[in-house]
């Protein structure tokens, strides 16, 4: 079973910048890709960026540029370093694991003001 804990959201004005962390525990398979997904209210779960543990990105059009991820293989933890936040960046974001299967993260909220 691998378990997820994230951190690092918060309320952030347009143009500001967070950074999220999440960290695996667990029996975590060398092989795995980790990531984000986020949701907005009344919108469906959406990809934003995952890495594999090669370190191999993919990014939603809508954040490239502006978000970067990253991840220490030695701690089993991904980062997200977003930048010039906007407040359709607004959502509750959810780390994401997967290797045999898929696992999520409790999700961490994230609110951009105009």
């Known amino acids: 079973q691998v378990q997820l804990v994230e951190s690092g959201g918060g309320l952030v004005q347009a143009g500001g910048s967070l950074r999220l962390s999440c960290v695996a525990s667990g029996t975590i398979f060398s092989i795995n890709t980790m990531g984000w997904y986020r949701q907005a209210p009344e919108k469906q779960r959406e990809l934003v960026a995952t890495?594999?543990?090669?370190?191999?990105?993919n990014y939603a059009d809508s954040v490239r540029g502006r978000f970067t991820i990253s991840r220490n293989n030695t701690k089993n933890t991904v980062y997200l370093q977003m930048n010039s936040l906007k407040p359709e960046d607004t959502g509750v974001y959810y780390c994401?694991?997967?290797?045999?299967?898929?696992?999520w993260g409790q999700g961490t909220q994230v609110t951009v003001s105009s």
């Open positions: 890495i594999t543990s090669g370190g191999s990105t």
């Open positions: 994401y694991f997967r290797a045999a299967g898929i696992k």
